[in-house]
Every structure is written in structure tokens, then in C-alpha cells.
């Protein structure tokens, strides 16, 4: 694993936090997870509780909602690895707090071309079936869109996920 | 077609059923198809008839709704292919049975592991859309993927199938 | 670019509508763009009038909401690039207006089998979300799938795009 910024994609429950993971241990360094997601409802909880016992005793974790760009940027090292779970979520948070999204968009970029070291971002895949009935998740699905490719095309390497098997895009 | 597990994954109407039945028809040898959908409805009765026809005199039908490891087990032999359709629905009716699916799951890669003969197994990709609004609906993903993920894992192939063109995952 | 069909596959937001227009941007000769495209309501006619503007001087524009294959046969020519979007809107527009979808697939088919230039075909993959609970959208995602299947089977060339990167099928 050198540095760089390699961005997982993959459906629900596609087995992309898990490839993302397995990448992330063998870096040899300290490993810092970042999650998007709070804790809204017991399902929620109960996920997040899951994932975090999943990872073991090599991780700390810091649950960072809204300011991810500033959380690389302070945190990312040549000595230190940081898996960031998930954009999707990230962008979901963006749209209830009622943020400009491309702005948010664009820092994270930014961020992410000035890291330190190795970031590694897993992000779902959400446009792919029929189009939502509802307007404010086709917003979502749009910005959700435009996160993926923007991120795709700072990376230095782009992974699809599907039944816990990856498929090389960049 | 040497023996071995092939997991055919795909949207619906991607052609993942037409590409696992022309593998199969290569395969000097009886045929045998599992079908884990039932006919609740005029739908559903007219779409299993239609596959029936187009499949032809070759294959011999199996309706198997639940008890699909133990069938595998009974009818695998190095002189029958046995192609399985489809996991997703095979996945809806455990749920709706109460079952506890990952002991389903387990069951059905032993079965797989052990089989004597080719299996091709097809599956739907059913993660790749906006969240489901409702939690049985997303709890149905989940185990989807689940399965996904665990007959992966087990198979020597795995091919995904879109807009009939198969692309190699494993 | 070379003659020859190209379809261009991709979810919502996924960034195949920039892939294709670049690909097309790189032939030699005149770029028409057929939008299937209508404008019901102001969502839409948004989304229409800022591609548009994003393509520049260089194209042509014709809205053709249901007479696509006879558009095709009658524009298409070695010195003209044809950039067809989308398929699935078409699909839908030929659903709203009662046809017999199947024969109008094998009408496009046929025109894309004798037309004179190249045609690049933008169509979005809708079937790998959560099977959806009305019947309309079960038959839009059924016909959708099969003029996937029908335009891929005739093409030179198929990309499925994710996260703005290609990735070849075909």
C-alpha cells in the first residue's frame, strides 16, 4: 500500500467495507477509521456498533458528520492510513444540514490531493435502479453522482465491489 | 464446462438467465433446472411458463422453494449440470418462511462444496439502488447480499452479467 | 472513431452522458445530438436547456421523442457523428404512447445495422435496485432491460460507466 487516494465503490451490502478494511490492515502503520454515519435510529446503532467490534483493537475510530475535508487534512500522515466510510452518507449529512454540496465536494478534493498519506474512501453506488418517485431522493442520488465521479477522478485508484469481489476501474 | 460452481450475477432483464442457460447447454450431459420461484400471481405464473418453453426438451424441472442445499445434494453428479435460478428468490421465500437465512447460507455452500457435478448458480444484483423505504425491504437486501457475497466466496467463477454481456469477477 | 454503433451504459449521475460526448468530440466531421428527451415539467426542461449549453456550438441538436430509428436512417452519414440520448427515456416515451415496444426495437436495430456513420447510444441500466412495488415500473424495467440487450447485441462497442470511468464490455 503506498500513499494515495483509492476510492471503493460498491452497493449495499456488496462486501466493499469489508474489502476496504482487509486493504486498509495491511498498511504498516496506525490506522484511523472516520465515519460519516450517526447514530439516528436503533437499526443505525446497532450497524455501527457491529462494524466498529468488526474492526478490532488496531483502529481508532472518530465520527466525523460534516467536516470531513478539514478531518483528512489534519490527520492524514506517511505513518498513518485513514479509511473514511462512506461518502454517500457524507453526502446525506451535507443535504440535512443544508450545505452546498459542490463546495463540500471540492474540499474534500482538495484535501485529498494535499494528504499526506494513504486514504481510502468507500462510497455505494445508488443510480442504478428505477428512478425514486420523490424529488428529494433523486436530489440526493444526483449529488450522490457528482461526489462518486469528482472523488473517481482525484484518485489515484478506483475499485467497483460487487458479492465481495473487485473489479479494477482506474 | 468442467465441474466446479459458476455464480451468475446480474439486474433484472440483464440476460443473466439466457447466458447461464447457454453455459449450461454446452455441457455433454443431462440438464437439470431448479427453480426456487413459486407462481403467487398471473405474473409470476406467465414469466415461469415462458422460461419453461424457451428452455426446451433438454432440461428437466425441479420447483424447489426452500429445500434447495439438500437438492443440490441429491441430484449433483459428474454427468448432470444443475443450474439453479434463482438465489434471490430462493432468498425472499427463506424470509418469508422465518428461516434463519445464514444457516440457509451455510447449508448451501456445503452443499456446493461437496456437489460432484458442474453447478451454475444466478443470482440478482439488488443493491445498487436508492435506499428502500421500508425496513422489510431492506432487510431483504441485506440478506441478498449476504448471500451474494458467500456463494462468491465458494464459486470458481463468477461472471456479471449486463445488458447480456458477461464480465468476469472471479 | 471509427464507424459503428456504441452503447454507452450507465446509472444515474454516473457520468456517461460527458463520456459519450467526448468520445464523440474526437470525430473529424459533423455532431448531431438526437435528445429523446421532452420537457414535462421544469425539473426536466432545466436539466435539457443546461446540456444544451454544456455541448457548445459545434453540435446540432433534434428532439425526436418516438421517431428515433427513422431519425437515425435519415440523419446518419460517414460525415456525421449521431449521439443518441437516451435509450431509456425513449423506452419510456414509447410506453406513455402505447407502441409495441418490441417492434420498435427491431426498427431501431435495423437502422443502426445500416446506418451510414457512427452512433454513439446513451441508456441507462435500471435493474439492479429492489424489485419495485408497482406493475408499471416492473414492465418500464423489463422493457428497458430488453433494448439494453437488443442495442448491445447489435453494437461494435459496449461501456458501462461508473463513477465517470469506462469500463468495456464489448
Given amino acids: 500500500m503506498t500513499a494515495g487516494t483509492h476510492l471503493i465503490l460498491g452497493g449495499a451490502r456488496s462486501g466493499k467495507s469489508r474489502h476496504a478494511q482487509s486493504l486498509a490492515e495491511a498498511f504498516d502503520g496506525a490506522l484511523l477509521y472516520i465515519a460519516t454515519g450517526e447514530a439516528f435510529d436503533a437499526e443505525m446503532a446497532e ?16 465520527e466525523i458528520p460534516l467536516a470531513l475535508p478539514a478531518a483528512i487534512a489534519a490527520s492524514s500522515s506517511a505513518r498513518r492510513l485513514v479509511l473514511v466510510e462512506c461518502l454517500t452518507l457524507w453526502t446525506s449529512n451535507l443535504m440535512h444540514a443544508d450545505r452546498d454540496i459542490d463546495t463540500d ?3 474534500l478534493v482538495d484535501a485529498l490531493d494535499r494528504a499526506a498519506g494513504p486514504v481510502i474512501l468507500v462510497s455505494n453506488e445508488v443510480g442504478l435502479g428505477i428512478v425514486p418517485d420523490n424529488a428529494l431522493a433523486r436530489r440526493f442520488r444526483d449529488a450522490a453522482g457528482r461526489m462518486n465521479q469528482a472523488v473517481a477522478a482525484a484518485a489515484q485508484r478506483v475499485s467497483f465491489v460487487a458479492a465481495g469481489l473487485p473489479l479494477r476501474l482506474k
Same sequence: chains 1, 2, 3.
Fill in 105 to 107: 465536494i471540492s474540499s
Fill in 47 to 62: 450497524r455501527i456498533a457491529r462494524h466498529r467490534a468488526d474492526r478490532g483493537p488496531r483502529w481508532t475510530t472518530h
